[in-house]
């Protein structure tokens, strides 16, 4: 089967940093995701990660270890909109349909003033 | 970024009746979209891909009577939940993805916004 874990919630101060882990365990892998989801939206998408390394984008940041089977999500300079659910996402490869993804259940970050 | 909408964003019904919801690609072609469910506090499970001009792929456990998946042009997927009970009661999300725009690097699905199915 397809495992991937995160934790379920994380609470972080306003204008701190933190940081979301994801481990995986699947067949196939083909790219690691990340998505913000507020209640009741559909995912937007943060990041994409497909190699080993670190991708920044703005107060976003996203880490892989395809050796270790592991990701994070970093958040820099919290804002209090930033209090949502983060989840991790790895694409499997598999012939026919090469944007198979499977979800984590996601992260509920609460940002605290 | 591409756009995907959803019609209805939410709706209720009895049991045993059929609802059908629209996902659209706006402003792009997608020959493929993607159904998923979500429960409360749960993650998006993929429920089928949707290909244009041909039939669906479902996701073992999905039962494809039930969840009837129409992909009949490039910007129109259509999802209905035959016979609904209120087990079905979800968060259902469809996704495209771009593949022009992403210079065909495949990065990137873009979600609709939801459709939040109730049964009573």
């Known amino acids: 089967g397809q495992n991937i874990d995160q934790p379920t919630e994380m609470t972080a101060t306003e204008g701190a940093i933190v940081q979301i882990n994801c481990t995986y365990q699947?067949?196939?892998?083909?790219?690691l995701f990340w998505y913000q989801q507020h209640a009741g939206e559909a995912p937007t998408f943060l990041s994409y990660n497909v190699l080993d390394g670190l991708e920044e984008k703005g107060r976003f940041s996203s880490f892989l270890s395809r050796s270790k089977g592991y990701s994070y999500l970093l958040l820099k300079e919290l804002q209090m909109k930033d209090s949502a659910s983060y989840l991790c996402a790895v694409r499997l490869y598999r012939p026919g349909n090469n944007n198979d993804m499977r979800f984590g259940a996601g992260t509920r970050l609460t940002v605290k003033p | 970024g591409a756009v995907v909408s959803q019609h209805p964003s939410r709706v209720i019904c009895k049991s045993g009746t059929s609802v059908k919801i629209e996902c659209r690609s706006l402003d792009f072609q997608a020959t493929t979209m993607f159904w998923y469910r979500q429960f409360p506090k749960q993650s998006l499970m993929l429920m089928a891909t949707?290909?244009?001009?041909?039939?669906?792929?479902?996701e073992q456990g999905v039962e494809k009577d039930k969840f009837l998946i129409n992909h009949a042009s490039l910007t129109l997927s259509t999802l209905t939940v035959t016979s609904a009970h209120p087990e079905d009661s979800s968060f259902y999300i469809c996704s495209a993805r771009d593949w022009v725009s992403s210079g065909g690097l495949d990065n990137e699905q873009f979600f609709g916004p939801g459709t939040r199915l109730t049964v009573l």
């Open positions: 949707s290909n244009e001009g041909s039939k669906a792929t479902y």
């Open positions: 699947t067949s196939g892998f083909n790219g």
